[in-house]
């Protein structure tokens, strides 16, 4: 049971890992590639990549949430200390995933719009977007507002990716003292003992 528990853990986390870095580094510079824009063009592109990072911040919720299950229920089952450090390590990730979906990508969405004079109608027909004159002090204002934000979401985002290959990187390659050791290693040092 504890072998497959470790999976589980071990499958969270590689998944966490590659859907960051596939979205990161192949996925979320398509919507603005020379390609993609002939369909797409602005601000059309943007909401579209918007629609994709729902999903990604998704991952990360998801991710995060069976990441807390696992170490929970890896130590009731070996029996061990409470994982207090790996708790809080995924708990941080899950925390930055939180603010990153929940309160930076929200105002990126809106300052899109402004930069880009348009507003998202929550009803009636197609297109969903209809024209919306901004002012042009908001407008500037929104796109320095986007561009600074931009690059901070981008900055955690990097940040959540190193956090997350660290924790990957613990998963796989246990130490003696740490929480995250399998059974038949704790076994083995009892009896090395």
Do not use: D
Request: glycine fraction near 8%; hydrophobic fraction near 45%; proline fraction near 5%.
């Amino acid at each position: 049971m504890a072998g497959f528990i470790r999976f589980i853990g071990i499958f969270n986390i590689a998944v966490w890992v590659g859907g960051s870095v596939f979205f990161s580094f192949l996925a979320g510079s398509v919507f603005f590639s020379p390609e993609v824009t002939k369909f797409t063009p602005p601000p059309y592109n943007g909401l579209v990549a918007q629609a994709m990072l729902e999903r990604f911040f998704m991952l990360h919720y998801i991710c995060g949430i069976l990441g807390i299950a696992h170490l929970l229920i890896e130590c009731f089952i070996k029996q061990g200390t409470f994982p207090k450090k790996g708790i809080i390590y995924v708990g941080l990730l899950l925390l930055l995933a939180i603010i990153g979906g929940k309160l930076i990508s929200p105002n990126l969405n809106l300052w899109h719009q402004q930069k880009y004079q348009f507003q998202i109608k929550t009803e009636g027909e197609p297109p969903m977007i209809e024209f919306k004159p901004y002012a042009k002090e908001i407008r500037q204002t929104a796109k320095l507002k986007f561009t600074v934000w931009h690059g901070i979401s981008q900055t955690v985002n990097l940040i959540m990716l190193l956090m997350l290959l660290f924790y990957f990187w613990k998963l796989v390659h246990p130490t003696n003292s740490s929480h995250l050791q399998t059974y038949s290693q704790k076994k083995r040092n009892l009896f090395s003992e």
